[in-house]
């Protein structure tokens, strides 16, 4: 494997390496993300065209509903100012996902297609900040969630699916256009690959794409997740081609190129394809050099859990802020035009300046509709940000957007009196102008020295910069703001670190706060 040459990075800084055309930039956020602080108003509006808000659920009568009431209460609003300050920005309403795609086959084997699709049109009529719906059906015939995480139980299948899907998107497509206010959105979220060897798994060929073709406005192709940090032997997450020494049973179709060449030579058409664009990567521990000595196809252990790693961590964390070719411990394999960090103990895949620059050469060469990006809040920022990258590199309007300005944190710990110790657990709260924003719930004996930073909870994002903040604490089980509560002495003005120190017993409580020293 070739070390990265400055000389295709320069496509990245001159911002004129592909001519300016009409691709689509198509970024989810999940709503989630908020709760670690990623709210509506940080997201990149104008390196964008489209927010697709992840994810809505579908009920048990075919309804379509929000997810979690909580926090989307507080992000469609958000959603709608960022809308109004950016009036070409679209928002699509995403429906289903990993863990809630059951209601799909439900409704649909059902016969309650209809009942799904009118749904989906009322809630657009309802909720006008969106511009219509995606369809996240993960996945028809095969695949899809099958662990107790399934929101809505294990995916279900039916060979069936395949003509249901067509039929919901036709209904949907039809009720759309019947709310007479304009056109609305019709996408899907469509599989990664089509393994001839493996019939038991999404595939690309369990979609009617012929039959889809008519109703839906393009797929987002989930160009990623090929190989993931669960499975024991080192690989690549979203590699443009195949990898020459890559020794997997499925290699030759687990990459970008051929997963979007059998979508083309199975009924979709160049101009309705969105390719996925992973703002995150999977590492493993490994001390293995490999065949090309950057730690790929060797025997490793999961980093992170064997879950997905965020490219702003990527970036810090790893890369120690330098994506460039100087960085000796970036490895490019020109084949397979993906580039791995590896520095002898681990070894990451993900995708950074040069692959970034590879697939939006792709894109436009193959004539597709654009890129969409899993997901947002993934992303780094400034200059650094892959979703500016993307959009200079597609010849597309661009702005830097500002790195968060730090904020504080809070740290939490027994009372510091070792007589007294924490024999409940606690949930700390804290208290501005009437509202109360929960820091966070410790268990018991783990309460001692707990570290909260200034991203790690949407009570902590909410009161940063805040004056006159009080604290209580109250017993893990206390649900209620008030109820069993402890006022902590005091209010603060949380402009630097706090040091909670407390303890709850049944019959004995305490809490200080104090600035961090």
Known sequence: MKKLTLSLLLVLVTGCAF?????????????????????????????????????????????????????DDKNIPALEQLKKSNPNLKMVLSVGGWNNSNGFYKCTSEGKTAELAQSAANF?????????VDYDWEFPVAGGCAGASCSNGAQQHSPDDRANYVALLKDTRADLDDLGTGHHILSIAGPQAYNPDDKNNSSISNYDLSGMMPYVD????????????SEAMTNNNAPLAQAPNDPSANAKY??????????????????????????????????????????????GTGLNNGQAIPYKTIFTQYLNGDASSANTNLHWNP?????????????????????????AKYI?????????????????????SLVYQMSEALGLPSQPYACPAPGHSISIDNYNNNTKTTTSGIIVTAIYQGQYYVIDNYVAPNVQNKQEGPDSSAGIQAIQGKSGVQFQITPTGS???GQNAFLCPGSFDFTSDLHVMAYWNPSDHACTVAPLK
């Open 19 to 71: 001519a300016s055309n009409d691709n689509m930039r198509i970024g989810y956020y999940a709503n989630w993300s908020a709760y670690s602080g990623y709210t509506p108003d940080k997201i990149p509006a104008k390196n964008v065209d489209v927010i697709n808000y992840a994810f809505a659920n579908i009920n048990d009568n075919c309804q379509i509903v929000f997810s979690d009431p909580n926090i």
């Open 218 to 229: 393009y797929i987002n192709v989930m160009a990623y997740d090929y190989h993931v940090g």
């Open 124 to 132: 657009i009529k309802n909720n006008p900040v969106f511009d219509g």
């Open 335 to 359: 084949t397979s035009e993906s580039a791995v960090y590896f520095d002898g103990k681990q070894m990451i895949s993900f995708d950074e300046p040069q692959s970034l620059a590879a697939k």
């Open 254 to 299: 687990f990459n970008v190129e051929n997963g979007v060449d059998y979508y083309l030579g199975h009924g979709a058409t160049a101009d309705k394809l969105v390719l996925g664009f992973p703002l995150y990567g999977y590492g493993w521990k490994t001390s293995t050099a490999g065949p090309d000595g950057d730690g790929l196809f060797t025997n």
């Open 364 to 384: 436009q060469s193959k004539g597709l509709k654009g890129v969409m990006y899993w997901a947002l809040d993934n992303d780094s920022c400034e200059k650094n």
């Open 479 to 481: 649900a209620t703001p």
